[in-house]
T-cell receptor, first 115, second 113 residues
């Protein structure tokens, strides 16, 4: 089945220790998104890739970086995690159809705990 | 003013009743509207999308859109305990690189047996 896969599902890291979260997709979608969601809050878009073009949200901290080496994979790097970065990180994909009708499909998420 | 607003709830309905979830948005240029269901600790799951004014039905779910009033709603008929979840309204703001979704805070729905 075509899907969005995230690894690991749970990640524990230490304060300040770099961590990388992974997302892969078999949908062959050209857009990939990373969201951060904290408890009882809406998902917050960090950045997205339209093919190889990187689009950063204005309020995304510099501590968050992303890489998309090919169509299928996208990574979220947190350079120096702080306690406030503990959250669920969601990867989503969409196929650009034009007219603003893109539907986003989410992976299962990675829950990050910072000790 | 928040871009997408929902009542946070919790909204409690008895099993078999109709649950009505509401959402308003601020950007008149928004073109597509989505409802996601999110169980606790899980990722959002697409329930429905709607692009045109009026109603769109899919099984027990009906989405309603009124662009003039900047209002979108989700009705769940014959509510079941398994419908208990947080429902996220999301609005697509078009852009030249795929646009982006703006999410509301979500409405927590509790269906009591």
């Amino acid at each position: 089945d075509a899907m969005v896969i995230q690894n690991p599902r749970y990640q524990v890291t230490q304060f300040g220790k770099p961590v990388t979260l992974s997302c892969s997709q078999t949908l062959n979608h050209n857009v990939m998104y990373w969201y951060q969601q904290k408890s009882s809050q809406a998902p917050k878009l960090l950045f997205h890739y339209y093919d190889k073009d990187f689009n950063n949200e204005a309020d995304t901290p510099d501590n968050f970086q992303s890489r998309r080496p090919n169509t299928s994979f996208c990574f979220l790097d947190i350079r120096s995690p702080g306690l406030g970065d503990a959250a669920m990180y969601l990867c989503a994909t969409s196929r650009v159809a034009g007219g603003g009708q893109e539907t986003q499909y989410f992976g299962p998420g990675t829950r990050l705990l910072v000790l | 003013q928040k871009e997408v607003e929902q009542n946070s709830g919790p909204l409690s309905v008895p099993e078999g009743a109709i649950a009505s979830l509401n959402c308003t948005y601020s950007d008149r240029g928004s073109q597509s509207f989505f409802w996601y269901r999110q169980y606790s600790g899980k990722s959002p799951e697409l329930i429905m999308f709607i692009y045109s004014n009026g109603d769109k039905e899919d099984g027990r779910f009906t989405a309603q859109l009124n662009k003039a009033s900047q209002y979108v709603s989700l009705l769940i008929r014959d509510s079941q305990p398994s419908d208990s979840a947080t429902y996220l309204c999301a609005v697509n703001t078009p852009g030249n690189q795929g646009g982006k979704l703006i999410f509301g805070q979500g409405t927590e729905l509790s269906v009591k047996p």
